[in-house]
């Protein structure tokens, strides 16, 4: 199972572009990576999802190097909106092996 | 579109009694999951499942059954509750396609054993 590691906590300020890594070592050939945000008394919030290189939507970009061994979350000009726990995942495409990390607390200052 | 439904939303029990929560979707996903996140921690994978009639063990199974009623509905029995199993449980569903793997999650049930 790949395992992943992100940073327990970061801050920012408004306005500041945010990037989260998170490791994924052991990541095998046919596993996605997504990442979810959660507010507190609430389920985690899809973000983005990507397999190799780099995905962008709306809301965020997801940066993957050729090795996969790690992935980078990138959120510009966050808000105080933004403050929240977000978590790497890593599965594979029988959508078994899913392995949450333990989360990154971001804190948005003014 | 309720998305996926939770049922309770709170519930206490005594150490030893048995009970089971409820999740619904209704967005014809195949995929559907049972996780649990204690304070201060990530996510837990219990039990999955990939399509319906099928059901999986995950990273915590133990003290732990499912039933995957139909495509709609995947409950979560606790048949012999213990303190250790104060949680908050969230179901979640997915399409689990090549094109999306994106999981949508309920609004969680908050359970307290005493």
């Given amino acids: 199972l790949a395992k992943t590691t992100q940073p327990i906590s970061m801050d920012s300020y408004e306005g500041q572009e945010v990037n989260i890594t998170c490791s994924h070592n052991n990541i095998a050939t046919n596993d996605y990576i997504t990442w979810y945000q959660q507010f507190p008394s609430q389920g985690p919030r899809f973000i983005i999802q990507g397999y190799k290189t780099k995905v962008t939507n709306e809301v965020a970009s ?3 190097p050729a090795d996969r061994k790690s992935s980078t979350l990138s959120l510009p000009r966050v808000s105080l909106s933004d403050t929240a726990v977000y978590y790497c995942l890593v599965g594979n495409q029988a959508g078994t092996a899913l392995i949450f990390g333990k989360g990154t607390t971001l804190s948005v200052s003014s | 579109n309720a998305g996926v ?3 309770p939303k709170f519930q206490v029990l005594k150490t030893g009694q048995s ?4 999740c619904a979707q209704d967005m014809n996903h195949n995929s559907m999951y049972w996780y649990r996140q204690d ?3 990530g996510l837990r994978l219990i039990y999955y499942s990939a399509s319906e009639g099928t059901t999986d ?3 915590v ?9 139909n495509k ?3 409950s979560l029995r606790l048949e012999s509750a213990a303190p250790s199993q104060t949680s908050v449980y969230f179901c979640a569903s997915s399409e689990a396609s090549f094109s999306s793997y994106e999981q949508y999650f309920g609004p969680g049930t908050r359970l ?3």
Avoid: A, W
């Avoid at chain 2, 199974?61 to 009623?69: A, C, H, K, W």
């Fill in chain 2, 72 to 74: 709609r509905e995947f």
């Fill in chain 1, 62 to 64: 997801l940066f993957i």
């Fill in chain 2, 112 to 114: 307290t054993v005493t």
């Fill in chain 2, 19 to 22: 009970m089971t929560l409820q």
């Fill in chain 2, 61 to 69: 199974p133990n003290g732990y059954n499912v039933s995957r009623l």
């Fill in chain 2, 5 to 7: 439904t939770q049922t």
């Fill in chain 2, 39 to 41: 304070p201060g921690m």
């Fill in chain 2, 57 to 59: 063990k995950g990273e």
